[in-house]
Structures are given as C-alpha cells and as structure tokens.
C-alpha cells in the first residue's frame, strides 16, 4: 500500500511563491509522478507530471496551460520526493493540492492510482 504525503501549503498574496512537497512510502523511480488540485465545487485538475523512465528516454515533463511558465515539477527519486515549485501565483491558484503516483505520463484522474490527502494553498487578491 503506497502513501504519498503533501506539505508545504498555506495562505499567501497574489505574487508570491510556494514550494510544495510529495513523500512517498514506496521508491519512485519508475513511476510518474503528478500534481494536480481541486477548488471548491470545481473537478480535480491536472497541473503537472514528470516521468523519469525508462532512463534512456530522460525526462519528460508535462504542465497545464493555467500554470506553465509559473510552476515547475520536480523530484529526488532517491529520497523519493517531489516538489512542485509555484511562484507568481494567483488567486485562481487556490485549491488542495493533490500529489499523485502513475505508471504513464498523463493529465487525467483515472490515469493516477495512488493519491495523497493534499495541502491546502490560498492565495490571496
């Protein structure tokens, strides 16, 4: 039973940056490794995935259009972490961050098996 835990969240203005954390209980190497949020009455959305297998194929990241230039996805397999670096955020921003474990590197829900119980981010207008 994998358990991926959230930190890093809280309350900040419009402008300001967060850095989030993802740890998981099980090694990360092979999987893909994804963030993705959900406000209030809204769905859960993707924000960003990193994959980093097969190791010949190197890196391959992937971003939503509302956060790309802004947030940047991140890991340490070996200590099987990842971070997701949000600045210039926006009010829009607000939303539990989910952090997510996949075997394919993708933006939907269903493409995601195991989830944390995400960490709180408001940003304040």
């Known amino acids: 039973q994998v358990q991926l835990v959230e930190s890093g969240g809280g309350s900040v203005q419009a402008g300001d940056s967060l850095r989030l954390s993802c740890v998981s209980s099980?090694?990360?190497?092979?999987?893909?490794m994804a963030w993705f949020r959900q406000a209030p009455g809204k769905e859960r959305e993707f924000v960003a995935a990193?994959?980093?297998?097969?190791?010949?194929?190197?890196?391959?990241?992937m971003y939503a259009d509302s956060v790309k230039g802004r947030f940047t996805i991140s890991r340490d397999n070996a200590k099987n972490m990842v971070y997701l670096q949000m600045n210039s955020l926006k009010s829009e921003d607000t939303a539990l961050y989910y952090c997510?474990?996949?075997?394919?590197?993708?933006?939907?829900?269903?493409?995601?098996?195991?989830w944390g119980q995400g960490t709180q981010v408001t940003v304040s207008s």
């Open positions: 997510a474990r996949g075997n394919n590197l993708n933006t939907k829900v269903a493409g995601y098996d195991y």
């Open positions: 990193m994959s980093t297998w097969p190791p010949l194929m190197g890196n391959r990241l």
């Open positions: 099980e090694r990360t190497f092979s999987y893909v």
